[in-house]
C-alpha cells in the first residue's frame, strides 16, 4: 500500500517563497505528481517527478529523492491566488492506468 | 478540447432513489476514474476503467455501480445511499502510458438526506 504525509497547514507571505514537503512509503513507485486544488474545484495537474532531482516549471518547481521517500513542491513569488490546498501524489503504474494515491494534502494561506 | 465534463454539478437525492452521475471527455483517454472527496480530505479512488473495462473496484459498496459505455463515457448509478455518502465525486481520465497525468471534471457534490 502507499503511505504518504504532508503537512496539514502552511502560511506564508505575498511575494516570498514557500516549500511543501512530501514524505511517502510505497509498494510500486512509477512516479510522484503534485495537484493543485481550490477549495470547491477539482485538482489541477502541476508537476510530475520520476526521476530524482528538480523539474522546474515558472515560478513552480519540484524535487524528488527516490532513495528517501522525499519530494517537495517549491513555490516562488506567491501570489494570492496560490492559496489553495496542495496535493502529493503517487503512483504505481498498472498498465494503462495510473492507481494514483493522494496525501492528505497541505493547505497553504496566502496573506498580504 | 481538454475537459471532462461533469453532470450534474450538484444532487440532492433521497436514501430510497436512483440517480446517476455522468462524465465525459473527448481527449481520446482510455483510462477513466471516480473518486470520491469529503471535505478537508484527499480524493479516495472508487473504480478505475482502462479501455472500457473495469480495471480497479476499491471495495466499494453495491450501492454504488460505474458503467463506462463507450471510451468516452463514464456514469456512476447510485441507489440507495446512506447519508454518509455525501461528498464531492470527482471524473478523471487520462492516457494509458507511462506517465500520464489526470484530469479532472469540476465533480458533482452530491448531498444524501
Known amino acids: 500500500g502507499q503511505n504518504i504525509d504532508q503537512p496539514t497547514e502552511m502560511t506564508a507571505t505575498e511575494g516570498a517563497i514557500v516549500q511543501i514537503n512530501c514524505t511517502y512509503q510505497?509498494?510500486?513507485?512509477?512516479?510522484l505528481f503534485w495537484y493543485q486544488q481550490h477549495a470547491g474545484e477539482a485538482p489541477t495537474f502541476l508537476s510530475y517527478?520520476?526521476?530524482?532531482g528538480l523539474e522546474e516549471k515558472g515560478r513552480f518547481s519540484s524535487f524528488l529523492s527516490r532513495s528517501k521517500g522525499y519530494s517537495y513542491l517549491l513555490l516562488k513569488e506567491l501570489q494570492m491566488k496560490d492559496s489553495a490546498s496542495y496535493l502529493c501524489a503517487v503512483s504505481p503504474y498498472s498498465g494503462g492506468y495510473q492507481k494514483v494515491t493522494f496525501g492528505t494534502g497541505t493547505k497553504l494561506q496566502v496573506i498580504p | 478540447d481538454t475537459e471532462v465534463t461533469q453532470t450534474p454539478k450538484h444532487l440532492v437525492m433521497g436514501m430510497t432513489n436512483k440517480k446517476s452521475l455522468k462524465c465525459e471527455q473527448h481527449?481520446?483517454?482510455?483510462?477513466m476514474y471516480w473518486y470520491k472527496q469529503k471535505a478537508k480530505k484527499p480524493p479516495e479512488l472508487m473504480f478505475v476503467y482502462s479501455y472500457e473495462k473495469l480495471s480497479i473496484n476499491e471495495s466499494v459498496p453495491s450501492r454504488f455501480s460505474p458503467e463506462c459505455p463507450n471510451s468516452s463515457l463514464l456514469n456512476l448509478h447510485l441507489h440507495a445511499l446512506q447519508p454518509e455518502d455525501s461528498a464531492l465525486y470527482l471524473c478523471?481520465?487520462?492516457?494509458?502510458?507511462?506517465?500520464?497525468?489526470?484530469?479532472f471534471g469540476s465533480g458533482t457534490q452530491l448531498s444524501v438526506l
Open positions: 517527478n520520476v526521476l530524482d
Open positions: 481527449m481520446g483517454h482510455r483510462a
Open positions: 478523471a481520465s487520462s492516457q494509458t502510458g507511462l506517465s500520464e497525468k489526470l484530469f
Open positions: 510505497t509498494s510500486g513507485f512509477n512516479g
